[in-house]
């Protein structure tokens, strides 16, 4: 057993560890959430569910692990057979009490132990387990019954008892911060739990469905774009050249020197609401990049944009400053020194031209 936990162990962290640069930012997340729960019970389905309800505040430490601190409750049902009925009859009596539950849960992120970790993955399916504390309370419908129960399982104020629970969900993305959330989990509690003597726990299954709201945004993480810029085929860029009245130009192109430079300019474009290098892009940074190393007194001034038409101000400003930063990024790999590149992110600010998506770009201007 100590063998097969110290493998498990190792995997966690070398999963762990794969994504430890990918762009992903660990941030604080809440949640609010409703629906419904059925105490396990001798009764029918649904003459045993109850309305239920969840908040709670988590921590996403990495893309596959999290904590989820939070309380939850609501109301509960049970049902006891009733044998005074006439002509020696069974009768069930149903009667509803109330619960709320504090606990801590462990969260693990299903699609991300095994694919790259992306931002702007629609569904995020995972897995949780958890313990807490139990109080149920306001018990009066069973207490109307307490000769149908047996003593020493009916409880009167307040019964304690701890509880685990362990469920599935998906986070299904409404935006960069909002998510759509479903879960389903059970929860065992002491078999004093609905009053009846039982087998040993009580069950209780809950269905909920609410909003995730994380407190982050993406962000570029730049060892990881070094690295796929150094990983990207290089593009061979011809030398640009000029004509000098006073000679002749040579069969082989001559570099254009300093002297003769004139500002050249430059769009990057990105996919909506992206700001990843696309291969389409790669020949004019890979222009840009000569350029520079051909006229080293030269500046390289970049402009992030975002369409205004999509996305709200904030994010767009984010976007904007992940554009600027990939690309600088990609210059510092290619040998530009930092202090010759000008970044400024308007986010939507200044859309330059009207169609919406040539404003999804990063303009980089050499001078």
Known sequence: MKRIISVIAVCLMMVTSSFAQEQFRSHWFIQLQGGANHTIGEAKFQELLAPSAA????????????LRFGMNGGGAKGSVLDLSGLECMDFQTNYTFYHSTIGLDFMLDIVNIFANYKSTRIFNPYIFAGLGVDDAFFNYDALEYKELFAKDYLWEKHSLSPTAKAGLGVDVRLSDNLDLNLEANAAIFNDKFNSKAGSIVDIQLNALAGLTYKFCYAKIAPKVVEQAVKAAPKVVVEELVVEKPEQKVQESKQVVKNEAFKPYTDNIYFIIRQWDIRASELLKLEKLVALLKANPKTK???AGHADKTTGN?????TISENRCEVILNYFLAEGISK?????QAYGDTANPYAEAEKNRLAICIVK
Do not use: C, E, M, W
């Open 300 to 302: 390289l001034y970049i």
């Open 313 to 317: 101000s904030k994010l767009n400003q």
């Open 55 to 66: 908040i709670s505040a988590g921590y996403h430490f990495s893309p596959v692990f999290g």
């Open 339 to 343: 202090d010759r590149i000008i970044t």
